[in-house]
């Protein structure tokens, strides 16, 4: 499964992705289906601060984007020292969470869609 993963992740260009969500600065959640797999990815650059200790509510994907079961997967601090990481809800909810407050971080993950 990783190396598939890889393989998808790999032919993927941002204009083939559909923009989630965009703060003023970066996108914060690309979505892509190809093959019957979501790819997500986003970014942060210090816009979009992740709270201490607490999950926080990044967006919700559309239903064509929706996991089949709740999905967990690890999240850069783009070379802090906090420990992020965040799931993704069969209802379409993405959840950060951080042991420090962040506004650097950026995750791409991929799954099987309903």
Not at 38 to 56: D, H
Not at 105 to 112: D, E, L, M, N, Q
Request: aromatic share 16%; charged share 15%.
């Amino acid at each position: 499964m990783y190396i598939l993963t890889l393989n998808l992740n790999s032919s993927l260009t941002d204009e083939e992705f559909q923009v989630i969500y965009q703060g003023e600065n970066d996108v914060y959640c690309y979505a892509k289906i190809k093959n019957g797999y979501a790819t997500i990815k986003g970014t942060s650059y210090n816009g979009l601060k992740i709270p201490s200790g607490s999950y926080y509510d990044l967006t919700t994907l559309p239903e064509k984007y929706r996991p089949t079961g709740d999905s967990h997967f690890f999240v850069n601090s783009l070379g802090g020292s906090e420990k992020i990481f965040g799931i993704v809800h069969s209802t379409g909810v993405i959840q950060l969470y951080a042991d420090g407050e962040t506004g650097y971080w950026a995750y791409c993950f991929t799954y099987p869609v309903k």
